[in-house]
Every structure is written in structure tokens, then in C-alpha cells.
């Protein structure tokens, strides 16, 4: 299992507006990756996922994948 970010300090924080950075997180189904896969620790982990929910509420990103 690959992780996303090889090291934990690369992101620093997560903007729902930027969709682009989002989408890495988001698997082929829709659904938000695990925090083994992305490497996070947990406060990041519920950061991520707040951002992904509010940029799927304002149609930035989609709820199911197509």
C-alpha cells in the first residue's frame, strides 16, 4: 500500500476551494481515503475531511464518482 504523501509536512493546510489538491484524496469510487493511504495524522485527517464535505456541498467536488 502506497501512500499518498511521503512526508506528513508537505501539507499544511486544507482549503475546500482547492479542489485540485482535494481530488488526490478521493479514490476512483468517490469515497475519502483512509488515513494509512494518505498518511496523516488524525487532526489532518479530520481537517481533509471536513474540506472534502464542505467542497462537495458547494458542487466543487462530487458526492459519487460518475
Do not use: C
Not at 482535494?22 to 498518511?39: A, M, P, S
Amino acid at each position: 500500500m502506497a501512500k499518498i504523501f511521503k512526508n506528513r509536512s508537505e501539507v499544511a493546510y486544507f482549503d475546500y476551494k482547492d479542489f485540485k489538491n482535494l481530488q488526490r484524496y478521493i479514490n476512483v469510487y468517490g469515497q475519502i481515503e483512509n488515513r494509512k493511504k494518505t498518511g496523516l495524522s488524525e487532526t489532518q485527517q479530520r481537517h481533509l475531511s471536513v474540506a472534502i464535505k464542505r467542497a462537495r456541498h458547494i458542487a466543487l467536488l462530487p458526492f459519487i464518482a460518475s
